[in-house]
């Protein structure tokens, strides 16, 4: 049975009620709707209202954690490029981003939320001496209001060169990983689902998450196995499941996946199945 339900909908007309709010959950997979979740790390268009501000300042829409920039730069290609110190910032924090959002409204500039991870950010760059705009992809660098706002790091009380430092080592992907929405933070298996002695107690809901964190796309062939996500196989690489860490975990494919795996053994119809899917999506 497939669920096609509106959250922000829902979330609305508990509002106009006037009924408390209550955290609740929702186990990852089952409601997730995988359209919204690609258009989402693409990035997605917003106005001011779209997007929610957690306890933490920080910004979700319809439940997931998202990075918010603006699109329209005015600034150069070669500043965008190479001029990290210059360059627009993404934002992850309400550092009054939003509040010029609902000043300056829609007029000319392009609010954009994303999920993506990979640190590159399509934006439009102006050619000043021509007036000629083109989309480019820049390495935006968080904004540092940010991190003051959410203290990240201590960042407030670091001096001067340690707070560069930990500004420019700021990791898109690990900070989506580690501060998912609590909206997301979900529960507990049943018996079904109880994991393997030694794991995390809630690996299962790590491996969903992982899954959808990457797309449903296999970490070494890229090959998007989405509507097929049990051929994606999450495993920590220091063979530790306590260890779910972003950077401990990959999600290989059935044809990528090393042999023997230790919790699975993908069949010849799921191995053909990858290769398949591999084929069509030209990958080799
Ligand atoms: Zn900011
Ligand atoms: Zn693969």
């Keep these: 049975m497939k669920l096609n ?7 609305t007309m508990v509002r106009r009620m006037g009924a408390p709010e209550v955290r609740w959950r929702v186990r990852d997979g089952r409601l997730a709707d995988p359209e919204f979740l690609e258009r989402l790390y ?16 920080l910004f979700s829409v319809r439940g997931e954690r998202v990075l918010l920039y603006i699109k329209e730069t005015n600034q150069d290609r070669h500043t965008l490029l190479y001029d990290t110190e210059n360059a627009k910032r993404f934002h992850v924090a309400d550092c009054s981003t939003l509040e010029a ?32 705009i083109d989309e480019i992809e820049a390495p935006l660098k968080v904004c540092r209001s940010c991190l003051l706002k959410i203290r990240y790091k201590g960042y407030g009380g670091l001096n001067h060169a ?9 990791d898109v992907g690990a900070f989506l990983w580690d501060n998912p929405t609590k909206f997301r933070s979900r529960p507990l298996h049943t018996d079904r689902t109880a994991p393997m002695p030694g794991s995390a107690p809630d690996w299962l809901d790590v491996v969903d998450r992982y899954r959808r964190f990457r797309q449903w796309a296999c970490d070494d062939c890229g090959v998007s196995l989405k509507g097929h996500h049990q051929l994606l196989h999450v495993r920590p690489l220091d063979g530790n499941r306590r260890n779910t860490s972003l950077h401990n975990l990959s999600g ?6 090393p042999s023997p795996l230790p919790d699975r053994v993908f069949s010849a119809a799921e191995r053909a199945l990858a290769e398949k899917l591999r084929t069509d999506q030209k990958i080799r």
Excluded: I
């Design 5 to 11: 339900v509106s959250f922000a909908d829902l979330q």
């Design 42 to 57: 693409k990035g997605l268009v917003v106005e001011p209202k779209d997007v929610d501000v957690d306890d933490d300042g």
């Design 101 to 132: 959002m609902r000043r300056q409204g829609h007029f000319n500039m392009r609010y954009v939320v994303t999920t993506k991870t990979t640190g590159m950010f399509p934006v439009f760059a102006t050619n000043h001496m021509t007036g000629a």
């Design 162 to 170: 340690k707070k560069r430092d930990v500004w420019l080592a700021f």
């Design 252 to 257: 290989t494919c059935a044809v990528c996946a």
